[in-house]
């Protein structure tokens, strides 16, 4: 077998100006696309070996689009023609910013330029039994496991004698009406009316319950009031039970406890809930607040020159944006494009230029024909209209020929025939205690 | 959490005669959609909730398509349409003939005609180490844990400082020289030559060894000499190291010792070189001729009138096929089809009639341009005519509109330039015992 110490970073030395990347995200690419072989070596690191587009994560777990439709592999986006280009699907574990350094499993390596890319990941607040028994929805491996539980629930469901324990399977309790919840509980109020029936006719869908749990005052928080208004009037629209200012309190895997007392019954809880940054090692504590490292306006990470954060994992502070851009891919997409030109200005000879975001407005779907828009100058947009930009925009910037194509046909073929073609077990949900997944696979595994 | 003592089949008793199929591959699929509701009632049993359109399985191995494109849920292509058609995605455990049922771990049900249509899985002709370190290609997740060990072979032999640990990580051994080894060799020859220089420019990809190991005189051996022939022409012009009337002795992970004492050091070795088929307790052992139950013309197992077998695991003597059917889709859909013909006869009093094969030639795919097709009467075509044959009969064949579409595109897409749009490592291929697998993942997660 191959060992860890038998492997090294084989990044060819180099008289360029090395910059470093780590994380393959909306900020990392643009950055990585930008800058030129010719007068920069590029190294990015990516735990993943594609870079995903997380908006339409959602999608995948609720079956509409594969896996493979939203993802793009990074070897592919930065082929042959990039020059000096080198990526390693490896984690850094370190930074040392004393020695320029950073630290992965299999060796160190000097930056010139260090750029924090890393984003965000799924925060728990601490709550380790929620963490266990949630099922989050940050990678593909995620919606994946989703995909496998809600559809062995509705296979258990018409399987089970016992009416309560049936209802606890078709009981779907999302935790966050951010974008991510939002998008996921339309979806699956799409899915019990237009799918679901048709695959189970002996069962009745009314009894599925879709929960969605809010801990602020309204839905998309992030969005202006307008369209969260519009947002919460398809949402009920749609059947979705919406519960706002209510916060979780526990769930055992059976029984989610809301604060103030109430249960619901359910086998399956997403956790859209909150996302925390993932910070590396070695920084010093005072450039990170509330897991963002603090960055001025060219991206710099507080009291370091040649150390950058760029997108999720940054917190820059402007006259319009007191505290930080919105955790959305445009920020990163910008930040990444402008600390790209900002490189090429130094090696000219000129100073930075300081970031300015340009808000594209922003864009929530929450079913067929039902989607919401806040533009620039206040403009608000809602329905048919709305649906086609969030289509288009999504489309548009899926990266990679293949994919908005597939995607494109995807959404064609749903929209006219309201059927889902992903609905695949491909690999049985299974947690590592004996639930209710090891029961499902135990079905069909003898051996 | 849900136990298998709360859960129960749930199928309504009925007054009609209730066909249960066991398997819904080409053959159970074919027989199920042929048999009305009004006339039967119908219900099939399958491990899976697809059907798989097993002849690509390779492409999903090899990152040409993704698993969704060559997978249709079961329950999609039986939908309200069907009427009193019932799946289960559970795998039957035993026959019980005397008393006229089925066993699973959620009870037992009668049935009036059972079909048994469980096809084949792999065969390792006891050989327990060659079954714990190789890679079969039956199944959806085998196909997506062989293409995740390829792409973190490439990744690590990119990594590696020992040349004779990167040779071993790019020699790839295909045991078995039939179809599936076949066009899994030229796929990733056709990688080797398209697509991984651009993915890894500082590599050498003429260090890459692709091994095709068969125990017969010639590739292909259910096909025509002829196209014996020229497939072994075309795989030799792609590069593709050919060793005939080899047998594999043992294969420890690291290195495959082949009958006669010639060793090669690899990662990765295919197991394509044999089948046996899914056979069923309970079922008289007199039933049973190498793996295959022997049936009549009308495919009644020996001794029953109303067990039925078809497809790859019915063995079926007639004066044009002494051994039985070829192991291809077309046997088993014709007696699908024709098993529901008869079992409608029978409603109408009429007497079975005998299974007649209908031989519409075979095909397979070496690479671009390049394939053969045995046509009846003797034909033999190659090149690029029987490339557009195979490529035409494929897509027609695959069920379900959007998947022939994505098929389709992906064909076109991958015609014209050449790229695999799939080549994501969405799950890290990980051994129980501490592999090459888990020191890959170590590389990216440190908690």
Same mark, same amino acid.
């Given at each position: ?19 470093? &990347? ?27 070996? $594609?870079?995903?587009?997380? #908006? ?7 079956? =509409? ?23 390693? #699907? ?63 629930? +509705?296979?258990?469901? !018409? ?40 695959? $189970? ?16 005052? @309204? ?10 208004? /519009?947002?919460?009037? $398809?949402?009920?629209?749609?059947? &979705? ?81 007191? !505290?930080?851009? #919105?955790?959305?891919?445009? #920020?990163?997409?910008?930040? =990444? ?20 975001? +340009? ?36 489309? $548009? ?16 073929? @749903? ?19 004996? /639930? ?12």
């Amino acid at each position: 077998m191959l060992r860890l110490e038998e492997l090294s970073l084989n990044i060819p030395d180099t008289t360029k100006p090395r910059v470093v &990347i780590i994380g393959g995200g909306f900020g990392g690419i643009n950055l990585a696309r930008k800058l030129s072989g010719k007068d920069f070596q590029v190294v990015l690191f990516n735990k993943q070996n $594609y870079h995903g587009f997380w #908006p339409l994560l959602y999608q995948v777990a609720t079956a =509409g689009l594969e896996p493979d439709a939203i993802a793009e592999p990074l070897r592919k986006m930065f082929d042959e023609d990039y020059e000096d280009f080198h990526f390693r #699907p490896i984690r850094v574990t370190r930074i040392n910013s004393e020695s320029k350094t950073i630290t992965t499993l299999i060796g160190d390596l000097r930056y010139d330029y260090l750029v924090i890319a890393t984003g965000t990941k799924s925060n728990f607040f601490g709550n380790e039994q929620i963490k266990k028994y949630s099922f989050p929805l940050k990678q593909i491996p995620d919606a994946l496991n989703l995909r496998s539980q809600l559809l062995q629930s +509705f296979e258990m469901a !018409n399987m089970t004698k016992d009416p309560e324990k049936r209802q606890s399977l078709l009981n779907i309790v999302i935790v966050g009406g951010g974008p991510t919840g939002v998008e996921m509980a339309g979806s699956l109020a799409e899915m019990r009316k237009h799918i679901l029936p048709g695959d $189970y006719p002996g069962m009745d869908f009314s009894q599925m319950n879709i929960y969605l749990v809010e801990g602020l005052d @309204r839905v998309l928080p992030p969005m202006s009031p307008e369209s969260s208004h /519009k947002t919460h009037k $398809y949402l009920e629209e749609m059947g &979705i039970i919406i519960k706002l200012k209510t916060l979780v309190e526990s769930y055992d895997g059976e029984v989610v406890t809301l604060k103030g007392g109430e249960q619901i019954r359910t086998q399956t809880l997403v956790w859209a809930a909150g996302v925390a940054g993932a910070t590396i090692e070695g920084m010093p504590p005072e450039t990170v607040e509330r897991g963002k490292y603090i960055v001025n306006r060219f991206n710099q990470v507080q009291g370091f020159t040649d150390i950058f954060a760029i997108g999720d994992i940054a917190k820059m502070t402007t006259d319009l944006f007191p !505290n930080g851009h #919105p955790g959305v891919a445009q #920020p990163a997409i910008q930040q =990444g494009q402008h600390l790209a030109k900002n490189f090429k200005r130094l090696l000219r000879g000129e100073t930075y230029e300081p970031f300015e975001y +340009f808000d594209k407005g922003s864009l929530a779907i929450i079913g067929r024909n039902r989607a919401v828009a806040d533009l620039p100058k206040n403009v608000h947009l809602g329905g048919f209209i709305a649906w086609m930009a969030w289509l288009f925009v999504h489309i $548009y910037y899926l990266i990679g020929f293949r994919n908005k194509l597939v995607v494109l046909i995807n959404w064609v073929y @749903r929209f006219f025939t309201y059927e889902r073609g992903t609905r695949l077990i491909i690999r049985a949900f299974v947690r590592k205690d004996d /639930k209710q997944g090891q029961e499902f696979i135990k079905l069909q595994r003898m051996d």
